[in-house]
Nanobody
Framework: QVQLVESGGGLVQAGGSLRLSCAASGRTLSRYMGWFRQAPGKEREFVATIRRGEGFTYYTSSVKGRFTISRDNAKNTMYLQMNSLKPEDTAVYYC???????????????????WGQGTQVTVSS
């Protein structure tokens, strides 16, 4: 079983930057890893995904040009660099990983098998 631990969340003012990290433990090579977020009273929504190997990435429209997802397989760590943050980015951010089997695009919460505990990101205006 894979365990995921997020870190790097915090309080930042609008226009600032923050980098989230997701450390993975366990014997597995996931095909997709991704980031989701959940604001109070709302459903967990997709933010970004990255596929192992060729560097394929995909972002939800609201974060395109501002967020960058990356993955360091040697360190078993995934990152989310968040720039030009807006108050509407405020949410608990979760990292996720699949089991390594193909067949999905990594854009749905149902594509993933393992989840972290979440880290709070708060953006003030």
């Amino acid at each position: 079983q894979v365990q995921l631990v997020e870190s790097g969340g915090g309080l930042v003012q609008a226009g600032g930057s923050l980098r989230l990290s997701c450390a993975a433990s366990g014997r597995t090579l996931s095909r997709y890893m991704g980031w989701f977020r959940q604001a109070p009273g709302k459903e967990r929504e997709f933010v970004a995904t990255i596929r192992r190997g060729e560097g394929f990435t995909y972002y939800t429209s609201s974060v395109k040009g501002r967020f960058t997802i990356s993955r360091d397989n040697a360190k078993n760590t995934m990152y989310l660099q968040m720039n030009s943050l807006k108050p509407e980015d405020t949410a608990v951010y979760y990292c996720a990983a699949d089991r390594g089997s193909g067949g999905s695009l990594g854009r749905s919460r149902f594509d993933y098998d393992y989840w972290g505990q979440g880290t709070q990101v708060t953006v003030s205006s």
